[in-house]
T-cell receptor, first 108, second 113 residues
Framework: RKEVEQDPGPFNVPEGATVAFNCTYSNSASQSFFWYRQDCRKEPKLLMSVYSSGNEDGRFTAQLNRASQYISLLIRDSKLSDSATYLCVGFGNEKLTFGTGTRLTIIP | DTAVSQTPKYLVTQMGNDKSIKCEQNLGHDTMYWYKQDSKKFLKIMFSYNNKELIINETVPNRFSPKSPDKAHLNLHINSLELGDSAVYFC????????????FGPGTRLTVL
């Protein structure tokens, strides 16, 4: 079983819709979590950190549930530019462990 | 201007050859990494160096040898290339104490024929 698991998608969502991604992790010693974004044929870039209290950055909301070992990302009012692969990432033992990513395509 | 740069961007070579990929960061970070992203897009750490010292080696075959001449550079040398080495290799860096916020280079797409 992978340490960080995500539904690979693809998710095809109309512009303006709200979309939610989930991710589960198996290593309860993981200290912190993040969402990275990777555009096609580009490098991953940090999108946002994930806190137990939930955190919001504009149209993006991330949530961590340690009891269920579950992380979520919500994107509201989706834009064409949100089309990318979203990588759920755990941090522990001085390294990042990446999920396989969820591919999102926003349709005009 | 580029924060983390890698050369070359593309590398096509024959099985059995030896090749190197170079990475440089101008962010003043102390920690650098090499990742491999395979055809299924799974990104996995290979090595990390902190101030020129190896701190993570994730059971990578010893045909892969990283070298850090100074804290701004981390090169990756691969001996006796195999078909399964075909992948995109990303270099990354992070400030000391914040291993979690990593800045990635543009990647080197290696194809072994």
């Amino acid at each position: 079983r992978k340490e960080v698991e995500q539904d690979p998608g693809p998710f095809n969502v109309p512009e303006g819709a709200t979309v939610a991604f989930n991710c589960t992790y198996s290593n309860s010693a993981s200290q912190s979590f993040f969402w990275y974004r990777q555009d096609c044929r580009k490098e991953p870039k940090l999108l946002m950190s994930v806190y137990s209290s939930g955190n919001e950055d504009g149209r993006f909301t991330a949530q961590l549930n340690r009891a269920s070992q579950y992380i979520s990302l919500l994107i509201r009012d989706s834009k064409l530019s949100d089309s990318a692969t979203y990588l759920c990432v755990g941090f522990g033992n001085e390294k990042l462990t990446f999920g396989t990513g969820t591919r999102l395509t926003i349709i005009p | 201007d580029t924060a983390v740069s890698q050369t070359p961007k593309y590398l096509v070579t024959q099985m059995g050859n030896d090749k190197s990929i170079k990475c440089e960061q101008n962010l003043g970070h102390d920690t650098m990494y090499w990742y491999k992203q395979d055809s299924k897009k799974f990104l996995k750490i290979m090595f990390s160096y902190n101030n020129k010292e190896l701190i993570i080696n994730e059971t990578v075959p010893n045909r892969f040898s990283p070298k850090s001449p100074d804290k701004a550079h981390l090169n990756l040398h691969i001996n006796s290339l195999e078909l399964g080495d075909s992948a995109v290799y990303f270099c990354a860096s992070s400030p000391t104490g914040t291993y979690n916020e990593q800045f990635f280079g543009p990647g080197t797409r290696l194809t072994v024929l």
